[in-house]
């Protein structure tokens, strides 16, 4: 099932989990369904990027096979692969949002982001309304996750951090500013880095 990229006003939880997928992997799908039982989502979107803005252009496959690799380890209904940034026309998280937002205005967004991008938040654009504006559930990464919990982003939001539980109660609807979560889950080592090495890629 193809998503509608002009909205719907359908009620539901979904799981935003952005990325290169360059390829999509089976680390990928481990956070997603680790995301699904934690937060009791509806749905997780893996969202291929037209384009990370913070990776270098070199040995980046082009969109179309991005996509593919990611839909080849989605479901195609509680875990759904789109390029929906792409059609959107939108390049960072903080644009994207908004977009969603606007097409999507029942729906309940989860910033699904591992502990590496976690660290690396404060150098985003916008990153403060991002997340100000979205509960975000972050997952560990090998040689990360103890790096990024005590990092400048996780340090400047400790006050919101909240269980997994808890991220989309209804408490924590239309508050000032939403909450995050640390999803203890198994750390997954696949790596499309190692992948593309492995395959001869750059």
Partial sequence: MTL????????RRIGLLGGSFNPAHAGHLHVARAVLRALRLDEVWLMVSPGNPLKPARGMAGFAARLASARAIADGQRIR????????????????LKALRRRFPRARFVFVIGADNLWQLPR???WRWIVAKTPVAVLPRPGWTRKALA?????????HRRRPGALLAEGARDVAHAPWCFVATTEHAASATAIRAASGAA
């Fill in 4 to 11: 509608n990229p002009w909205g719907d006003r359908r009620r």
């Fill in 81 to 96: 692969a789109t390029g929906i940034e792409a059609a959107m026309g939108t390049r960072y998280s903080i644009d994207t």
């Fill in 124 to 126: 985003w654009q916008g």
């Fill in 151 to 159: 990092g400048q982003a996780a340090h400047a939001l400790a006050r």
